[in-house]
Nanobody, 122 residues
Framework: QVQLVESGGGLVQAGDSLRLSCAAS????????MGWFRQAPGKEREFVGT????????YYADSVKGRFTISRDNAQNTLYLQMNSLKSEDTANYLCAARRGYSAGDVRYDYWGQGTQVTVSS
């Protein structure tokens, strides 16, 4: 089992950058593929992107492709989401998630964090 805690959210202006972190407990972080999701008030949870266990493969939603970058540091048990050129429509609660197998198109994850709020003012 793995526990996930996100951090780094906040209030920024459109065009700014922000980096989110997701700290994972336990010694098996490197065995999990990781994903980022987001959920805005009144909307369904939306897939943002995913990264495989080694960090060598990533896959992004079209809405963030070219602006967001997912990375991980297995030695530090930490997942990152670098967000550039932020837009008001990026405002949401951002959650990280873990799953045992990497599958770019599969949004079923086994473990979830509570999320960190990102608000982008226009």
């Amino acid at each position: 089992q793995v526990q996930l805690v996100e951090s780094g959210g906040g209030l920024v202006q459109a065009g700014d950058s922000l980096r989110l972190s997701c700290a994972a407990s336990g010694r098996t972080f490197s065995k999990y593929a990781m994903g980022w999701f987001r959920q805005a008030p009144g909307k369904e949870r939306e897939f943002v992107g995913t990264i495989n266990q080694s960090g060598g493969s990533t896959y992004y939603a079209d809405s963030v492709k070219g602006r967001f970058t997912i990375s991980r540091d297995n030695a530090q048990n930490t997942l990152y989401l670098q967000m550039n050129s932020l837009k008001s429509e990026d405002t949401a609660n951002y959650l990280c998630a873990a799953r045992r197998g990497y599958s770019a198109g599969d949004v079923r994850y086994d473990y979830w964090g509570q999320g960190t709020q990102v608000t982008v003012s226009s």
